[in-house]
């Protein structure tokens, strides 16, 4: 039998064209349950405050960082959604005094326009926002070299071809309501993918590319970053890819409540959890990452009680 058609968006692939008992299984789990939902490989984490959640996802830099040597340099891939641990970072790091003169760093993420990464000057630079509310922060004499830092931004083989000179200890990520981290939006159904997703071996053959969002996901960002303003969104980014991210040691995706929803933290919490990959899901797809960490914040899990407002 052929998929449903998305209720969101008919010409793509998303969440809402899975099997209907397995939403319904999702929407089911309780906090209870997603905690037993742990397994070799991939870690359920609570926090039930957001200063001991956003602490503990700054403290992943430091750890990070603390691996590299002149021979051994190491970083961390990180996300803009969410930022508040950046300034925490830069805090943690001029109060320890914390050189980071062999570390690296990647920007997940950056938006396009006309083809192009945009550059900082635009209000949404994702690396002008990692710059200013982390990096340019930090001790001049603390600080790692500009070329330590890679963002997807110009020459994307050469971005991808830094995680094969640098060990990359730790990619953190948010989780947005198409159920991506980074850009990994799911494809349009179009062409050979009409009838069917791409498999999850063919996806996670993606590199650093440019990438056509999905509509969730530029009505998210609408909401999240410019008022709701959709016409102010891009509808193109540059995103790391799956293989880059299966070289980063460990997968740390980080659930505050802002980015997805109670339904959508679940789902993908389950389909990890038994190991049910499909690209019409990407998150789904860490089931095959070797460690895999979700970190929530307690409080934001709620239910998915119909409930009127």
């Known amino acids: 039998m052929s998929r449903p058609l998305s209720k969101v968006a008919p010409a793509w692939w998303d969440y809402t064209t899975l099997e209907p008992a397995l939403l319904h299984d999702a929407a089911r789990l309780t906090e209870?349950?997603?905690?037993?939902?742990?397994?070799?490989?991939?870690?359920v984490v609570m926090y039930d405050t957001l200063e001991e959640f956003y602490v503990a996802e700054a403290l992943e830099y430091l750890t990070a960082w603390r691996q590299a040597t002149p021979d051994n340099p190491a970083g961390?891939?990180?996300?803009?959604?969410?930022?508040?641990?950046?300034?925490?970072?830069?805090?943690?790091?001029?109060?320890?005094?914390?050189?980071?003169?062999?570390?690296?760093?990647?920007?997940?993420?950056?938006?396009?326009?006309?083809?192009?990464?945009?550059?900082?000057?635009?209000?949404?630079?994702?690396?002008?926002?990692?710059?200013?509310?982390?990096?340019?922060?930090?001790?001049r004499p603390l600080a790692m070299p500009a070329a330590h830092l890679h963002f997807p931004t110009g020459d994307f083989a050469a971005y991808s071809r830094s995680f094969n000179a640098v060990r990359c200890v730790v990619m953190q990520g948010g989780q947005g309501e198409v159920k991506h981290w980074a850009f990994n939006d799911p494809l349009p159904r179009t062409g050979r993918f009409?009838?069917?997703?791409?498999?999850?071996?063919?996806?996670?053959?993606?590199?650093?590319?440019?990438?056509?969002?999905?509509?969730?996901?530029?009505?998210?960002n609408a909401r999240t970053s410019g008022g709701g303003n959709v016409s102010?969104?891009?509808?193109?980014?540059?995103?790391?890819?799956?293989?880059?991210?299966?070289?980063?040691?460990?997968?740390?995706?980080?659930?505050?409540?802002?980015?997805?929803?109670?339904?959508?933290?679940?789902l993908t919490t389950l389909m990890i959890a038994k190991k049910?990959?499909?690209?019409?899901?990407?998150?789904?797809?860490?089931?095959?990452?070797?460690?895999?960490?979700?970190?929530?914040?307690?409080?934001?899990?709620?239910?998915?009680?119909?409930?009127?407002?």
């Open 76 to 139: 961390i891939c990180g996300p803009i959604g969410p930022t508040e641990q950046l300034p925490l970072v830069a805090q943690m790091v001029n109060a320890l005094g914390l050189k980071l003169h062999h570390a690296h760093f990647w920007g997940m993420d950056e938006w396009v326009e006309d083809g192009q990464p945009v550059p900082l000057t635009h209000p949404l630079s994702f690396a002008k926002a990692d710059l200013d509310l982390c990096f340019r922060r930090i001790a």
């Open 32 to 43: 209870k349950d997603l905690r037993q939902l742990s397994r070799p490989g991939f870690q």
């Open 276 to 309: 049910l990959a499909d690209s019409a899901v990407p998150m789904s797809l860490l089931a095959d990452h070797p460690n895999v960490q979700f970190n929530f914040y307690r409080p934001a899990i709620g239910t998915c009680a119909a409930e009127m407002h």
């Open 194 to 220: 009409k009838s069917a997703p791409p498999s999850p071996a063919e996806y996670r053959k993606l590199r650093t590319r440019i990438v056509d969002l999905h509509p969730m996901t530029v009505i998210q």
């Open 232 to 266: 102010l969104v891009p509808t193109q980014a540059a995103s790391v890819g799956p293989v880059e991210t299966w070289q980063a040691e460990k997968v740390s995706i980080w659930h505050a409540g802002m980015h997805d929803n109670p339904f959508g933290m679940r």
